[in-house]
């Protein structure tokens, strides 16, 4: 059994827990600022998704240096990203979704709720927290492991709760499946969620292939400028960063060093 499926079990005990939903309200009037929007707005200098994480499975050091969610708003807030995701999962990650309740009261900028999503409670409770988006992951459509309700339902029940919805690829037969979903936006992951390696090449080949699927980011993997670049010669139109910034002692530098350089965004 790989990773995806184990965390896929554990995810739909965890949710029914009732400290699922603690520190949560109710569902604001409206959902949180469009991250498409400001993904495409900021495409030509390379949007910046900053992810909030406490964990990072898969990693030589999976436990993260330890800052609040506050702490986090405070040190990357100098040089304001595009938008903001945050993992909400509790096995293995150590989130949950009160991190985006905080973050949300901490900024305007759109957030991404970042889980397994396998139920539509959890896009209720996506809501509930001040989400702008959610991730949802394309290899649940696949018939070797398939999500308990529909990938393509799930974004319709997203939508209907109007929450954008970002689309994860990791391999290009997934591809297949994007256009059945109703996805605003698409994210090729570097990692294989089974085996939680890194694997640039088989991404590198997705990114290639999805050229015509936009706004298009990158996800993961980026430890620095030459990652960041790589994505940007690769035609994304933004790019996700999470546990180097976390490690960071100077994440505004760190930041700043990751934009696009010496190339036009993509057509």
């Not at 406490?54 to 969610?69: H, K």
């Not at 150590?94 to 139920?119: H, M, N, Q, S, W």
Request: glycine content about 10%; proline content about 9%; overall charge neutral.
């Amino acid at each position: 059994m790989g990773f995806l499926e184990e965390i896929l079990a554990e995810t739909r005990r965890s949710i029914r827990q009732s400290g699922y939903v603690e520190g949560l309200g109710p569902a604001p009037g409206r959902p949180g600022p469009s991250l498409r929007r400001a993904v495409e707005r900021d495409r030509a200098r390379g949007a910046l998704v900053v992810e909030y994480k406490r964990v990072s499975p898969g990693s030589d050091r999976p436990v993260l240096p330890e800052r609040s969610v506050a702490e986090f708003a405070r040190a990357i807030g100098p040089t304001p990203p595009t938008a903001y995701s945050c993992v909400a999962a509790t096995p293995r990650f150590g989130g949950r979704p009160g991190d985006i309740a905080e973050l949300r009261r901490k900024t305007d900028l759109p957030i991404l709720f970042k889980e397994f999503v396998v139920d539509p409670l959890q896009l209720d409770v996506a809501r509930r927290a001040g989400a702008s988006a959610v991730l949802l992951i394309a290899r649940l459509g696949l018939p070797e492991l398939p999500a308990p309700v529909p990938i393509p339902e799930l974004a319709r029940a997203a939508h209907e709760r109007g929450l954008e919805v970002l689309l994860e690829l990791h391999a290009r037969g997934e591809l297949k499946l994007t256009g059945d979903v109703e996805a605003d936006m698409y994210g090729v992951n570097v990692r294989d969620l089974d085996s939680l390696r890194i694997e640039r090449p088989t991404a590198e080949a997705t990114l290639g292939a999805a050229h015509h699927l936009r706004p298009l980011l990158g996800l993961s993997g980026v430890e620095g400028p030459a990652e960041a670049q790589r994505f940007w010669e690769l035609g994304a139109d933004g790019i996700l960063v999470g546990s180097a910034v976390a490690r960071s002692s100077d994440p505004v530098t760190f930041l700043r060093s990751l934009g696009r350089r010496g190339r036009e965004a993509p057509p």
